[in-house]
C-alpha cells in the first residue's frame, strides 16, 4: 500500500492490485453462490434456517455470532483494501464516499439481519433484501477500483498528480539555494573585492 502515499509507485502497483481484485472477486462470487444455492433468495426458506423448520428450536446466539464472524472476516477485508485503493480512482470525493459508506452501510445490515430475524420471529425477506444491496454495493466498488487499475498507465489518479508534478518548471531556477528558495548572498570576502579596485604596479 505504499503507492497511496507514493503516486510515483503506482505503475508498480498495478500487477498486484490487479492480482488482488481477482481474488476479491472469487471470494464475492463464491460468497454469494454459497447463499443462493442454500436459499438465501427465498424468504421462507431463510426464516425456515433461523426460526427452525416445522416449529423447531431457533438458533442459538452463538450460532449467530459464528456466522457474523466469518461474514466479518470477508467483507471487512474486501472493503478496507477497495477503500483504500478508491482513493486513487479518478472520482469525486463526494461520490467515492457515498459509494464506501453505501458498501459498509448495506454489509453491515446483512452481517445483523439474522439477529432481527430471530428476534421478530419472522423477517426473511429483510435478509434476501440487505443480501442483494450488499453484493451490488460492493460489486460496484470493486468494478470502479478494477477499471482504474485495468486501464493503461497514466489513467490512475495518482498518475495524473505525478505528470503535473514533472511538467511544473522550477521557478526559482539557480537562485534557489540549498532547496530552501532563498537568494544566494555574495560573501565578505566578494564584496570587499568588489569594493577595493585593482592597481597595477
Known amino acids: 500500500m505504499r503507492f497511496l502515499v507514493l503516486p510515483k509507485a503506482v505503475g508498480r502497483a498495478r500487477p498486484p492490485v490487479r492480482i488482488f481484485l481477482a ?22 426458506e431463510i426464516e425456515a434456517h433461523y426460526l427452525g423448520a416445522g416449529g423447531g428450536e431457533a438458533l442459538p446466539a452463538a450460532a449467530l455470532w459464528e456466522e457474523v464472524h466469518a461474514g466479518a472476516f470477508v467483507y471487512g477485508f ?16 463526494k461520490a467515492r464516499g457515498a459509494l464506501v459508506a453505501a458498501s459498509f452501510v448495506a454489509t453491515m445490515a446483512d452481517l445483523f439481519a439474522p ?29 470502479v477500483v ?24 522550477d521557478e526559482a531556477g539557480p537562485e534557489r539555494a540549498g532547496g530552501m528558495g532563498e537568494r544566494r548572498l555574495p560573501s565578505a570576502k566578494q564584496e570587499g573585492s568588489r569594493a577595493l579596485p585593482h592597481t597595477h604596479v
Open 23 to 44: 481474488f476479491a472477486a472469487l471470494a464475492l462470487v463464491a460468497l454469494a453462490a454459497q447463499r443462493v444455492l442454500s436459499g438465501g433468495l427465498s424468504p421462507a
Open 78 to 93: 474486501v472493503l478496507f483494501m477497495l477503500g483504500s485503493l478508491a482513493a486513487l480512482c479518478p472520482l469525486s470525493a
Open 115 to 143: 439477529f432481527a430475524i430471530v428476534g421478530l420471529g419472522r423477517g426473511g425477506a429483510l435478509r434476501v433484501a440487505t443480501f442483494v444491496l450488499a453484493t451490488v454495493s460492493v460489486a460496484a466498488l470493486l468494478a
Open 146 to 169: 478494477a477499471v482504474s487499475f485495468g486501464r493503461g498507465a497514466g489513467h490512475a489518479h495518482g498518475d495524473h498528480e505525478d505528470r503535473r508534478a514533472q511538467a511544473q518548471p
